[in-house]
């Protein structure tokens, strides 16, 4: 297979890049305490001092913008690691055995999908309570499964009947092991792009939780929550609102960017 | 798995002793009994019950038997890969038995390409079913996959590499390697060269026929390519409509057809 990387693939990688090296950055060290409140600093515009300004509390908000997207990007990853992973088992048990398995998981799946996503976290955080990192995760997690599950259990069933597995089967490998080296690796095209839209879209679905006061809560910083905040404030300092949307739109281009350079790449590759 | 394994009483009557040891010498003469199986599909029902059932092959009765290739030939759709699935076990049998005398057969596909894992190398394919069986350590299991993809002279330089960087002759020699690595003595061949150019297509067949007597192999070898048949098998099967309506050697069936349906493929095949 002759992989060739493309536009989109490089110019994703490098913006996603940067903008993981800030968040992973804005764990260890921010230029100010991103919660250090001071009156005499209130609403200042941007200066060599204050890139972003700061806001009504006088926090530095670039150092917000750091501690959020590091807060974000950690959420999105583990609520896409849950959905990626527990959705392709499904999909890949269902895709692979069919029959029985198959009509009750799958049904269980659309009872899942039928709910609007932002509802079923929602009914999630009541149950677990809110305001913790580890909840929003799960519950964002659950509600990722079933697009997994479906995505993945169409691919798993494509190579099923391929003579390669039917080999494998024949030679006595066990399910297990069929699924896992035999049928996986030949699924990555399908997985990976969807693992990026998948995180791209718990950044925005973080981002409308945290919106909506059901996400991540104060003093903690993710950029959902600190765009609430700037909605408040946005006649007198426009700049937060513009430099935590603009986090959120330049990870949602980079990694989308990666996608569909995946993608594209998958297209090239197939036979 | 059922080896026909007769247990004699000891205090049996030694005429009945002489009997079943004859029938033992005639079992070991083969190495799969087909005995009167009827198959098919279930299709559609609800939650796996109820559903329709289509019969596809109907009372097929044969042997194959040790060193033989067996030809098996009959337009697409009779049935021919049905039973190829029930011989491998993948299909239960609704009717009948099936009956190895050897351990499990492997099979080659007729479509080189999709019978190789596109995610791994050439060597890794062939090494696969030793690691599943599990009973060699990393240097053996490299010694054998070595040794077996010189056997079937598959190129050194392209042991590292995946089955879209190979020719159609390659990766059907590398099919090959991969089913007689863990050494069976039965093989089936699912039109194992109708994908291929003639020229390779009688490199392949020439290397099949070597490898019967080197591996001391069998082979149930189906094909709808009767010339191919004739230059290869010892005896050949005729099927149509899932039922086998002729057999016997190459020869009588060639020269001698006695059924309309033979005459009319013979014909074709000129």
Known sequence: MKKKMNGYLIAGLIITCILAGLAILGNFYTPYDPTA????????????????GTDNFGRDIFSRVLKGSSTTVFIA????????????AVGAVTGYFGGVVDDILMRMNDALTAFPSILLALVVISILGPGSEINVILALGIVFIPSFARLTRTAFASIRDRNYIESAR????????ILLIHMLPNIWSVLLPAITIGFNNAVLAEASMSFLGIGVTPPDASLGYMLSEAQGMFARAPWYAVSTGLMIIMLVFGVGLIGEGLQRLGKDAEY | MSNFIVQTNQSAASTAAAKENARQAQFDDLVLEVKHVSGGYREGGFFGRGGSYKEVIHDVDFVVKHGEILGLVGESGTGKSTLTKMILGLLEPEKGEIIHHTKRPQIIFQDPYSSLNPAYTVEWAVE???????????EERKRRVHEMLRRVDVPEEVWHAKPDELSGG???????AAALIRRPRFLIADEPVSALDVTIQMQILKLLKNLRTELDLSYLFISHDLNVVYELCDRVLVMRK???????TVDEVYDHPKEEYTKQLLKAAE
């Open chain 1, 77 to 88: 990853s583990c609520t896409v690691l849950i959905g990626a992973v527990a959705g392709t």
């Open chain 1, 37 to 52: 409140m001071s009156g005499a600093a209130k609403f200042q515009g941007p200066s060599p001092a204050h890139i972003f």
């Open chain 2, 242 to 248: 899932g039922r086998i309506v002729e057999q016997g």
């Open chain 2, 128 to 138: 696969e079913p030793l690691r599943v069986f599990g009973k060699y350590d990393a």
């Open chain 2, 170 to 176: 390659q990766q059907q020699r590398v099919s090959i």
């Open chain 1, 170 to 177: 024949l030679m006595g490998a066990s399910s297990a092991r």
